[in-house]
């Protein structure tokens, strides 16, 4: 292949000259790197501005060559050589037609002579470049051994027309509506894999395109790939799928082995990974739910009415409902994202993957547009499964700001499960998996390990991860009238953060955060009033920091004082400082969480909903239903909603108050600045602070528990906490509240910010070859640590 160095010093080149556009594509030894390399961007920038009908002629031809080999089938070594080739090109060109407003339509212009009926002059039903270029690229995918296993016996002379193949035989893998596992062929995958990273190049358009808070427009590329007019978008969304839930990363159960061979699949598991969370960027709280319930008949995915979105992709993922398909991909699911924590305790038993994140916007997709397959992971106890290296995540990433767009996926999908009773119910089970995490030990349930990774996040994670805070509370509220019983070093915990976040100085620096108390407040609530029974380790701890909760009551609110607060803080720099929160010994064998490396890229986030925004609230029944509550004014903001926060501290213009928020600390949020506290502010949420039903178990239990230490001359914890067990405080509590339940709720913010994040996520993840880099992206920013 020539550089393209030729293009812009020639004048326009006549399509009809196959000898010099075949040189593009002749040469055999090429790979994706080669092209790379061979076609420099400044070269392509050259020919669009100098040569712009070369540049198109190329595009044209090269789509062109593809459509070729679409219709022929591909059955010479050389056919299948230039089909990868133009592949490459696409591939290496197109991000640069993106970049440039005045290309970016060239695409979707029809050329002349390339009607649907071939060369006639039936001009009116013209296809746009695009779509010829995508309908040729999901052929290629199923083309008989060039990417699929061809089924015929004999090769003389029946080769299989690639038009009336049922694509639907080919399904690449074993899963999803489809039993039959394919024999491996390491040639078939890397050609798919070449395939892939160019559809995924032509989705990209949406990275040239600023955010939006309309997150409906939707990506030409994608709309016209999922739409009726692939008529393989359903064998392709099954092998994607399937590709994907059936890796194993081990290698079929033999440690170690990835050291004697390369793993050929990987690279396809990524791409298809990728490609699928692209095709399915829906926003679907601007529709009707894609959910379906309904019929459960012999197919995988059946036709039940309503029909769903246009975009298949998302109606397939909708209409899945087997259970052995739920299993099939919770189990895949699960077994990747376990993968990094298996490598902790036994090192390099198992190939390292790294698409952790496409996996997690995988699982929050299939939880947020079907409602059984979250229902059937909440089923069983196997949703810890999903939690336990979401914990792992969130640990390990805490303190890291390249980092924050996996912290929010993380809490983001623990918010959605929390929504869920049952998933209160299963954080209950003991907590027995030794994974090494920088936390301190303890014996106890998923209950305790979350409420432990969440104080952890709060004290001692990047200051960027501020507006996630509360939605790490809810999460605990949400779970916390299912808790049966807290290790002590938990309830410790939950007790530090109301001490943290009580202090005069906290509570008046920022408009929002006595939001925080109110939460913590209500986890307390819930707990004595539905589990007291098996919870004396929180009741010991409520009681040994009684102190918290009567200062709270007597916070003053005259204006000296919330002056005299205010100045408190001057003297405390750090916000939450680790002292007495008697972290103890970490975990053996973990590694403290790291900061990010000097140099590492990251994209910018836009911002997330607040949490009122996020959630809706739901009261539960005696019988355990749920019912929505009209959103009245929120019990938790008198002074009106307050703005959302920015969640990676980036404003979406520019950087200009980039330095000044770095050296903010949590102290402030966004609005504070022409922001003061003032009697009445104070007043108006001090009144509702929900503190009865504590007062009452102080005034019940307090002169109980000193006597016992005076009569017994006791000062050791057992004896105390053995009476607590057998304390009841049946007819001594305030008549139960209902149980408030704040649920996820769709809406266009944080469907703009999965688009930026997903995006962000396949930029920086694509450096070989780097399809993007250097290129002016708009849906974010790339900025160094």
Not at 222 to 241: D, G, I, K, W, Y
Not at 328 to 334: D, H, M, P, R, Y
Not at 467 to 473: R, T
Not at 551 to 571: E, H, M, W, Y
Request: hydrophobic share 40%; with cysteine.
């Amino acid at each position: 292949m020539d550089s393209a160095a030729g293009l812009h010093h020639r004048k326009p080149v006549e399509a009809t000259d196959d000898a010099f556009w075949d040189q593009f594509w002749a040469d055999t030894a090429t790979s994706v790197q080669d092209v790379f390399a061979l076609v420099p961007a400044a070269e392509i920038r050259a020919v669009r501005e100098e040569s712009p009908s070369n540049l198109a002629t190329l595009c044209y031809k090269a789509v062109e060559k593809l459509v070729q080999g679409a219709e022929s089938g591909c059955h010479t070594e050389k056919e299948r050589q230039i089909v990868l080739n133009c592949c490459r090109l696409l591939t290496r060109i197109l991000p640069y037609i993106f970049e440039d407003p005045d290309w970016r339509g060239f695409f979707w212009s029809t050329v002349p002579g390339a009607g649907r009926g071939g060369g006639d002059e039936d001009d009116e039903n013209a296809r746009p470049l695009a779509e010829s270029l995508l309908l040729a690229v999901t052929d290629l995918l199923f083309c008989p051994d060039f990417t699929v296993q061809s089924h015929r016996r004999s090769t003389v002379d029946t080769a299989e027309d690639i038009h009336s193949i049922d694509s639907c035989e080919y399904i690449w893998e074993a899963g999803v509506g489809f039993a039959h596992s394919p024999q491996p062929n390491y040639i078939h995958d890397l050609n798919r894999t070449e395939l892939l990273k160019l559809l995924l190049t032509c989705f990209s358009e949406a990275m040239y395109l600023p955010p939006s808070s309309d997150s409906s427009n939707t990506n030409p590329w994608v709309q016209f790939f999922c739409s009726t007019e692939n008529r393989h978008a359903l064998p392709l969304f099954t092998s994607l799928l399937n590709v994907v839930c059936a890796y194993d990363p081990v290698g079929y159960g033999i440690p170690y082995n990835h050291l004697l061979f390369s793993d050929y699949r990987e690279p396809l598991v990524e791409e298809a990974a990728q490609v699928l969370i692209v095709t399915l960027d829906y926003d679907s709280s601007t529709s009707s739910s894609p959910t379906v319930d309904g019929t459960t008949t012999g197919t995988a995915m059946d036709d039940v009415d309503p029909p769903g979105p246009d975009n298949l992709f998302v109606n397939y993922l909708s209409r899945i409902h087997r259970e052995e398909d739920f299993q099939f991909i919770l189990k895949g699911v699960a077994r990747l994202l376990s993968n990094p924590l298996v490598q902790t305790y036994l090192p390099n038993s198992a190939k390292k993957i790294q698409f952790h994140q496409e996996l997690l916007v995988l699982f929050w997709k299939l939880c947020d547009f079907n409602k059984k397959f979250l229902f059937f992971v909440l089923k069983s106890s196997d949703v810890l499964d999903i939690l336990v290296p979401i914990l792992y995540f969130l640990n390990d990433a805490r303190a890291d700001q390249s980092r924050v767009g996996l912290m929010h996926i993380g809490v983001f999908i623990l918010l959605l499960l929390s929504g869920e009773r049952n998933f209160g119910v299963r954080l209950n089970k003991p907590y027995s998996v030794r994974v090494p995490m920088d936390i301190p030990v303890f014996t106890g349930t998923h209950a305790d390990l979350l409420i432990i990774v969440f104080h952890k996040i709060i004290t001692s994670g990047h200051q960027r991860l501020q507006p996630l805070f509360d939605c790490l509370l809810t999460i605990v509220v949400n779970v916390s009238p299912y808790l049966k019983s807290l290790s002590m070093v938990a309830a410790n915990k939950l007790l530090h953060l109301l001490e943290a976040f009580s202090t005069t100085w906290f509570l008046f620096s920022a408009v929002q955060n006595h939001h925080l108390v109110f939460f913590l407040l209500e986890v307390f609530n819930n707990i004595i009033q539905y589990q007291f029974d098996g919870n004396s380790n929180l009741v010991y701890a409520v009681i040994r920091k009684r102190n918290v909760f009567h200062q709270l009551a007597n916070l003053p609110t005259d204006s000296q004082s919330i002056q005299k607060g205010l100045q408190r803080k001057k003297k405390t720099p750090e916000p939450i400082s680790r002292t007495n929160s008697q972290d103890g010994v970490s975990m053996e064998g973990s590694r403290p969480a790291a900061p990010a490396e000097p140099g590492t890229l990251k994209t910018s986030l836009v911002a997330t909903p607040g949490i009122d925004k996020l959630t809706e609230k739901s009261q539960v029944s005696e019988d355990g239903t749920m019912r929505s509550l009209e959103p009245e004014a929120s019990q938790l903001s008198p002074e009106g909603n307050p703005p959302a926060a920015l969640s990676d501290g980036e404003p979406w213009s520019g950087e200009a108050s980039h330095s000044r928020r770095d050296r903010r600390r949590l102290s402030s949020a966004s609005s504070s600045a022409q922001w003061t506290p003032t009697p009445d502010w104070v007043m108006s949420w001090k009144s509702k602070l929900p503190l009865q039903t504590i007062m009452r178990l102080l005034q019940v239990l307090v002169p109980q528990v000193e006597k016992i230490c005076i009569d017994k001359g006791l000062t050791d914890e057992s004896e105390i906490l053995k009476f607590l067990q057998h304390g009841t405080l049946v007819g001594l509590l305030p008549v139960p509240h209902p149980i408030l339940i704040r649920k996820y709720q769709a809406n266009s913010g944080t469907a703009m910010w999965f688009r930026t994040y997903m995006w962000g996520v396949i930029y920086l993840r694509n450096v070989d070859p780097p399809i993007w880099y250097d290129t002016d992206v708009k849906l974010f920013e790339i900025q160094r640590v």
